[in-house]
């Protein structure tokens, strides 16, 4: 009895200072920004989308987990002035041959493993975008209240081949490349 008593009192122990020492720093989102760059053969477009929330888990000073929620239908192109050309692109971004922001309005990321580096962090973890869920792995720089990355999105795992060189022939300079880029600033 005494030596499950001890085992008993040793698991509590374990599981009060694990939950004590975790700490969930909620990320400001309003403070935050998302900034994508999608690339053609002829140039390339560029925008904004706003994180809806978000939170890293830290062990003390490291990164454990976290989760980011994003806002799609905040989709914004920036580099059009007002008028028809930059609201046919918002439109078709829109629409289902890319995101499909009807039906998806928010995006998602999950953190499920974070290595410390001497930059930052290697961060992996599961990012779900039009309803599909894909590994990612990316670099994530911490500096006091704030995070920074830049990381590259293969949108034809998300289901989004429009235009893609990789699924369609004679495309010539109509080619959309697959990879778009995020530059993601956050504040904690």
Not at 1 to 28: D, F, N, P
Not at 104 to 130: E, M, N, P, W
């Amino acid at each position: 009895m005494k030596t499950r008593l001890k085992s008993l009192t040793l698991a509590l122990a374990i599981i009060v200072t694990t939950s004590v020492t975790a700490q969930k720093k909620e990320i400001k989102a309003s403070e935050s920004s998302i900034n994508w760059v999608g690339k053609k053969v002829t140039g390339e477009h560029s925008g904004t989308l706003n994180l809806s929330s978000g939170h890293l888990i830290f062990d003390g000073e490291n990164i454990t987990g976290g989760e980011f929620i994003v806002d799609m239908t905040t989709l914004k192109v920036t580099d059009l002035e007002a008028g028809k050309g930059k609201e046919k692109l918002e439109g078709h971004l829109s629409s289902d041959d890319f995101f499909g922001i009807k039906n998806h309005k928010t995006a998602k990321l999950v953190v499920s493993k974070a290595k410390k580096t001497d930059k930052g962090y290697k961060i992996a973890g599961d990012l779900t975008i039009k309803g599909k869920t894909n590994p990612i792995t990316f670099n994530l720089a911490v500096n006091g209240s704030t995070a920074s990355t830049t990381l590259s999105v293969d949108r034809t795992k998300y289901d989004i081949k429009y235009g893609s060189g990789s699924f369609f022939d004679n495309l010539g300079d109509k080619t959309i490349y697959d990879e778009f880029e995020l530059a993601v600033n956050l504040k904690m």
